[in-house]
């Protein structure tokens, strides 16, 4: 039995089924349940237990050892400050997606790898790896390098640990000079593994592990400046973006369906097929209160990688970033899977 199922108010989240069903729509198992959720006309709470109990089965998931708890972090749509063009205050580059940077799809080769993509650059006639963070920086610092990252800038921002977050995040939007707001979001990777920061200052004496929530590492980011650059480099990882259209209300998540905000998930999409309804158990960051809800897997991420783990979507704004900046909870998740189309195997 899913906790607090009979009580969960299930209309907050008919929205974000919705968007799953624009790209399941076709899937099979799927026709029929989002054929019947869009002529579906009200969000009456006991309509839409009626609606989940009659078209999906729960399936509880389960790490690899067979227990049951896991991390569930937060994430959110952060507001970074920039230009266009390079100034003195807007010194760091936001880039495209280098024109060198290749992509080998392994599952059309090889079907046991569906899903597994290699990143590289070609070197003569061999793929080499990309580019690491740190290498990216040093050329972004070089003003003689030619590179192919070079004029792929599509913004320059005022700080480093907030373009640093900003890549966590994978999407958000920049305040121009004039006021103006732009949507940017996740374009590519660079294929180098996501080492967590916060995690090496605790190994460093740096934080405490209690410490190392986003807001404790960026109060740490100002107070070593010059300590900052080093810690960034120790994660290989580097995200590339995209610039969105102004109409976008919400980010696009790995679904390519927008975003909504306490509702979708970012998952591990080895374990959690993207645009499923999951149920999460776990608590609220602020208080520890419990926090049993219905939520869309629409998101996937670096550093979300296992079975039971999931990355919670809270949306733009100071409470959005307060949330998402604390959250590292335990909590278990059920995935809602098709009638007829479950899993062979809990």
């Known amino acids: 039995m899913l906790p607090d199922w009979q009580t969960a108010d299930l209309a907050p989240s008919w929205p974000a089924l919705l968007q799953s069903c624009r790209v399941l729509k076709s899937k099979p198992y799927w026709q029929e349940i989002c054929s019947s959720a869009e002529q579906t006309g009200t969000t009456d709470s006991t309509a839409l237990h009626a609606f989940y109990e009659t078209w999906f089965t729960p399936f509880q998931v389960r790490n690899p050892d067979g227990s049951e708890q896991g991390m569930i972090t937060g994430y959110y749509e952060p507001k970074l400050y920039g230009s266009r063009t390079r100034t003195t205050r807007f010194r760091y580059p936001v880039y495209a997606t280098p024109d060198d940077l290749v992509t080998i799809e392994l599952g059309e080769e090889y079907p046991q790898l569906k ?201 733009f704004g100071e409470n959005a970033a307060a949330q998402a900046g604390k959250m590292k909870q335990q909590g278990r998740l059920w995935v809602l899977f098709p009638k007829g189309g479950e899993p062979a195997s809990n």
């Open 115 to 315: 899903g597994m993509r290699l990143r590289g650059r070609l070197q003569g006639k061999r793929v080499i790896p990309y580019y690491s963070r740190a290498e990216i920086e040093a050329k972004s610092a070089s003003p003689t390098d030619t590179d192919a990252l070079k004029a792929r800038e599509l913004f320059w921002v005022d700080d480093a640990i907030e373009l640093f977050f900003l890549q966590v995040e994978g999407s958000g939007r920049i305040e121009l000079p004039d006021g103006k707001m732009l949507k940017i979001g996740y374009a590519d990777q660079n294929g180098h593994p996501y080492v967590s920061i916060g995690k090496k200052l605790v190994e460093a004496g740096e934080l405490k592990l209690e410490e190392a929530s986003m807001q404790g590492i960026k109060m740490w980011a100002g107070k070593n400046p010059d300590k900052l650059p080093a810690l960034l480099a120790q994660n290989p990882s580097y995200v590339f973006f995209r610039e969105m259209p102004e109409s976008l209300t919400a980010p696009l998540g790995a679904l390519g369906v927008p975003l909504t905000d306490e509702y979708s998930l970012a998952v591990d999409a080895r374990t959690i097929p993207l645009g499923a309804p999951v149920f999460l158990s776990t608590t609220f960051p602020s208080d520890n209160a419990p926090l049993n809800r219905l939520m869309l897997a629409q998101d996937t991420g670096g550093a979300i990688k296992g079975a039971v783990r999931a990355d919670f979507f809270w949306g």
